[in-house]
C-alpha cells in the first residue's frame, strides 16, 4: 500500500510539475507574443531586466541560430529519453527521490513548450531580457534549473 502512495504522489509530482511549466510558458509566450513586436522591448527596471521580443530559430538562449529540423528531432529525443528514465525507475522499484522527479519535470515541460513553439512558429519566443545574456523564456529557464536539480544532486552522492 505504502509503495502505491508514494507511486501515486511520484505521478502527482511530475504531471503537476510539467504541466505547470508548459502552460505558465504558453500563456507568457502568448502575452508578450501579443503585446511587443519582434524585436520591440519594454523595460521593467531600465537597463536591468526588459521584456524584449525575440523569434529564436537556435537554442536556449539564441546559440547555433536556423538549423532548422535538428532543434525539432533533438528535444522529442530528449522527451523520449525523460520518460523513458523514469520509467526505468519505477519498473526496477527504484524510487526516484522528489528532487530528481521536479527536475526531470522541469526539464519535460520546458522541452515540451519549446519544441510545441518550433513546430507551430519554426521559431521559439523568447522576452526575458536581462541585458547581459541572451533573450530567454520560461521553458529555458526550466530545463536550467532542472539540469542544475540534478547537477547538484549528483555532486552531493558522489562527494559522499
Known amino acids: ?32 507574443n501579443d503585446l ?17 521580443l525575440v523569434h529564436n530559430t ?17 528535444p522529442i529525443i530528449a522527451i523520449i ?11 526496477n522499484n527504484k524510487a526516484l527521490s522528489h528532487t530528481y522527479i521536479v527536475a526531470f519535470s522541469l526539464i519535460l515541460g520546458g522541452a515540451i513548450g519549446n519544441l510545441f513553439d518550433r513546430i507551430v512558429y519554426g521559431h521559439v ?5 536581462f541585458r547581459v545574456w541572451p533573450v530567454f523564456n520560461i ?3 526550466a530545463i536550467t534549473i532542472g539540469a542544475l536539480m540534478i547537477a547538484i544532486k549528483c555532486f552531493q552522492l558522489t562527494a559522499k
Open 125 to 129: 519566443i523568447d522576452f526575458i531580457d
Open 36 to 52: 511587443l513586436l519582434p524585436g520591440e522591448s519594454l523595460p521593467l527596471i531600465k537597463n536591468i531586466i526588459h521584456m524584449t
Open 1 to 32: 500500500m505504502r509503495d502505491l502512495l508514494r507511486s501515486q504522489m511520484d505521478l502527482f509530482i511530475s504531471l503537476f510539475s510539467t504541466f505547470t511549466i508548459i502552460l505558465t510558458d504558453r500563456v507568457t509566450k502568448i502575452f508578450f
Open 81 to 91: 529519453l525523460l520518460i523513458f528514465n523514469i520509467y526505468y525507475y519505477r519498473k
Open 58 to 74: 537556435g537554442i536556449a538562449f539564441g546559440l547555433f541560430k536556423d538549423h532548422g529540423v535538428v532543434f525539432i528531432v533533438i
Open 139 to 141: 521553458a529555458d529557464s
